[in-house]
Nanobody, 122 residues
Framework: QVQLQESGPGLVKPSQTLSLTCTVSGGSITANHYYWTWIRQPPGKGLEWMGAIDLRGSTYYSPSLESRTSISRDTSKNQFTLQLSSVTPEDTAVYYC??????????????WGQGTQVTVSS
């Protein structure tokens, strides 16, 4: 059973960098046919895909967030990390990490973390 768990501070001050880690158990972040994503949901809004990292460590970002987003990984700990710089209150959201299976022209979000609330406030 694959499990993902987000961790990080729940409160970040404006202009600072938000940093979250997703710890994966039950499956390797270097396994073939998977990539690992960060998604967020601001209050009262829908899900927003932020970016992903694949088995080779290549990263992909939402164009709207690319200038402020960095995703990295630590294969020895089976973790991947999100950093979002220059945060504003508009970055307040529940942040999720998720695993995506890809193949045959489809992407399937098969496992999610429980989500972690991050509030940007002074």
């Amino acid at each position: 059973q694959v499990q993902l768990q987000e961790s990080g501070p729940g409160l970040v001050k404006p202009s600072q960098t938000l940093s979250l880690t997703c710890t994966v158990s039950g499956g390797s972040i270097t396994a073939n046919h998977y990539y690992w994503t960060w998604i967020r949901q601001p209050p009262g809004k829908g899900l927003e895909w932020m970016g992903a990292i694949d088995l080779r460590g290549s990263t992909y970002y939402s164009p709207s967030l690319e200038s402020r987003t960095s995703i990295s990984r630590d294969t020895s700990k089976n973790q991947f990390t999100l950093q979002l710089s220059s945060v504003t209150p508009e970055d307040t959201a529940v942040y999720y990490c998720a695993r995506v299976w890809y193949g045959l022209g489809i992407n399937k979000y098969d496992y999610w973390g429980q989500g972690t609330q991050v509030t940007v406030s002074s």
